[in-house]
């Protein structure tokens, strides 16, 4: 009976995100129209801003099916951008993200993400950075060119998502980006992300998602010296001291 009833749950909801997906891609033309009008940015400003509104609009659309709940917008630095670290439990969590009231981010993502059919185009055109195919340097100086354009960035620091619920090692790339451009890391911490999607039916299952956003952490909090490293490990301890790991 419970399989029966998830399968017509997931008919229902798969049939409802491709009637809501079309009439919001449908809507594009007139609010690009607008943002130029507007004059809020240049065309990759727009797809950011556009990916965002879609993942937004896609997990708040969803009530009740996903149940979703945001706590300390309020610590979100109002004076400039941001890198937000969130921890990755979830293939889908780069649409669950978009809960977090930042418009324009430029997230980092790895190379399968532009094999998606029906978004791939969307997150080339925003040119998010593949790090499969970027080096170091070159993310370093795409997040210079950004700076004065209110572009925060987006990262994932365990660089895979974790299978097992447990939050893995963190990786250097978001605290170097921090550090060098002198920008305040925001922890974002992301729970029941794992509980919705998968890859076997059912595909979706109802889900309670809570989204927190901590304090943010600035890099003149710490010396000079080994300065992204001392930064990572601060972080890392931030998640697992939260997280009970």
Do not use: C
Not at 31 to 54: A, E, P, Q, S
């Amino acid at each position: 009976m419970r399989k029966f009833l998830l399968t017509i749950l997931n008919i229902f909801y798969v049939s409802y995100l491709i009637i809501i997906s079309i009439i919001y891609e449908l809507s594009m033309p007139f609010y690009f129209l607008y943002f130029k009008i507007r004059n809020k940015g240049k065309v990759d400003d727009f797809f950011r801003y556009h990916n965002w509104m879609y993942g937004h609009f896609l997990v708040r659309g969803s009530w009740p099916y996903i149940r979703s709940r945001v706590v300390g917008a309020e610590n979100i630095p109002k004076d400039g951008p941001s890198v937000i670290v969130l921890n990755h439990r979830s293939f889908l969590d780069i649409f669950f993200s978009a809960l977090v009231p930042v418009p324009n981010q430029m997230v980092i993502v790895r190379n399968w993400v532009f094999n998606l059919k029906l978004f791939g185009w969307s997150m080339r055109l925003a040119k998010y950075p593949n790090i499969d195919q970027t080096s170091p340097e070159e993310l370093l100086k795409i997040g210079r060119s950004l700076l004065d354009r209110n572009v925060s960035f987006q990262f994932y620091p365990e660089g895979h998502r974790s299978k097992d619920g447990k939050l893995r090692r963190f990786r250097n790339g978001a605290f170097f980006m921090a550090s060098e451009n002198k920008l305040p890391v925001l922890p974002v911490i992301m729970i029941g992300t794992n509980d919705f999607g998968s890859y076997h039916f059912p595909f979706f299952k109802p889900a309670r998602i809570y989204v927190e956003i901590l304090k943010p952490v600035y890099p003149d909090e710490f010396e000079e010296e080994q300065r992204p490293l001392k930064m990572r490990r601060h972080v890392e301890k931030i998640y697992r001291d939260y997280l009970g790991e």
